[in-house]
């Protein structure tokens, strides 16, 4: 059930069962819950437990959160520039290139993260939705975030486009 985790184990040898039920889970903390089920039942049983594995949700999600964070830092530098007129002038056809290279770049970046986040964890961003909420929210703003930042990009191309004397 995506959202939550049990984790169960039978002891015949001490007539004991141990069920252990989270109402949270994810892929990227999977290897943590497992170890929390299997130390209760090494503890149980008289065994010695071992360390948790560090859990990187906090990694992934912290990653994600300053890519996300720099992007919007950008946007409002980048707007900023465009609103006070502060875009350097340049000609049709350089405006043109750069607009096409940002749209080029962000679309490029666009379908890395997509196809990243496939590669990654076998599953695309639909899937990712029932088992990483979390993670898939913070790649839909990524992408949003990377959307509007070629936008503005090629705004501020547009804004300092000038015609070259002489050309009609």
Do not use: K
């Not at 929210?137 to 002489?166: H, T």
């Amino acid at each position: 059930m995506p959202g939550y985790y049990t984790y169960v184990s039978l002891i015949p040898s001490l007539d004991t069962a141990i069920v252990v039920a989270a109402n949270r889970y994810g892929e990227i903390e999977a290897d943590r819950l497992a170890a929390v089920g299997w130390n209760l039942t090494t503890s149980v049983t008289g065994g010695r437990t071992s360390e948790l594995p560090e859990s990187s949700a906090s990694t992934v999600l912290g990653a994600l959160a300053a890519i996300i964070a720099t992007l919007v830092v950008g946007i409002g530098v980048h707007s900023v520039r465009i609103v006070s007129g502060r875009t350097p002038q340049r000609t049709r056809g350089v405006v043109v290139v750069r607009g096409v290279v940002a749209v080029g770049v962000g679309t490029a970046a666009a379908v890395a993260v997509l196809f990243g986040l496939s590669a990654t964890t076998g599953a695309g961003l639909s899937v990712a939705g029932r088992w990483a909420p979390d993670v898939a929210l913070l790649v839909w703003v990524l992408l949003v975030a990377i959307a509007a930042a070629a936008v503005v990009d090629v705004l501020g191309q547009v804004v300092g486009c000038r015609r070259v004397r002489g050309a009609q």
